[in-house]
């Protein structure tokens, strides 16, 4: 089983989604500049505010619920070839998913790295030296820093995404969680693993449009839906 996952299935560790009917750029649609890098690498006001974002980010202080915790229970019994998660707050890991199931195609907040030279460090401790240096730069080099995560027009980490091409054309089983599968080419895989013979399971609470690919869809919520769902699926 591969499975992909969206924002959705991070809400319920409080963790609000983007483009949910509550969510960040649906309640303000300007904040979506903050990862736009053509914006980001000649702007140092965005620069400021998007570190602001990521300071005041509730993924900090988030904890995994059970639909993450359901994903582990599937490695654990073998049935999980990945998980490409459109996710970067790490809550797979921490609820005991093995990194190396992960398939992070967004990026991760937990790292960042020099724009010039590639110095890589932790984003916690950018973050909290930020009142003294709100548009941090490179100690090595003084070149720009970012987030690992992959900013709008920005290329997806290298091999992540053919990695989860592999998996979802070589799952018997794919369930896509939390996502409205409208970014691509991350939507994609859905078509991928449909045209390659799996099953395909959408869970989530909007209709997306790949709806008429799945056998199944679940509307209810995810941290009640998932679970069930992976029981039901072990138990087959
Ligand atoms: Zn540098």
């Given at each position: 089983m591969t499975i992909l996952a969206g924002a959705g299935i991070s809400t319920g560790s409080g963790i609000p989604d983007f483009?949910?009917?509550?969510?960040v750029w649906t309640r303000d649609?300007?904040?979506?500049?903050?990862?736009?890098h053509s914006l980001y690498v000649v702007d140092a006001d965005i620069r400021r505010r998007t570190w602001e974002m990521w300071r005041d980010s509730p993924v900090w202080r988030a904890e995994p619920t059970a639909a993450h915790r359901s994903l582990v229970d599937l490695e654990r019994a073998g049935a999980l070839r990945a998980i490409c998660t459109?996710?970067?707050?790490?809550l797979h890991q921490r609820a005991g998913s093995a990194p190396g199931r992960v398939l992070e195609l967004h990026g991760s907040l937990t790292g960042s790295r020099c724009l010039s030279c590639g110095r890589t460090e932790p984003t916690a401790g950018i973050l909290a030296r930020l009142d003294a240096d709100p548009d941090p730069h490179c100690a090595s080099c003084g070149g720009l820093l970012a987030t690992d995560v992959v900013m709008f027009g920005e290329a997806l980490p290298g091999g992540v995404f053919d990695a989860a091409i592999d998996a979802a054309a070589g799952c018997d089983v794919f369930v896509v969680v939390g996502?409205?599968?409208?970014?691509?080419p991350v939507a994609s895989l859905t078509t991928v693993a449909a045209e390659a013979g799996a099953r395909v399971v959408i869970v989530n609470a909007e209709p997306t449009?790949?709806?008429?690919?799945?056998e199944r869809v679940e509307r209810r919520p995810i941290q009640d839906a998932l679970p069930d769902l992976v029981r039901e699926l072990l138990a087959e």
């Open positions: 483009r949910g009917p509550d969510g649609p300007e904040a979506a500049q903050l990862l736009e459109q996710n970067f707050d790490g996502s409205t599968l409208t970014v691509q449009p790949y709806d008429h690919l799945a």
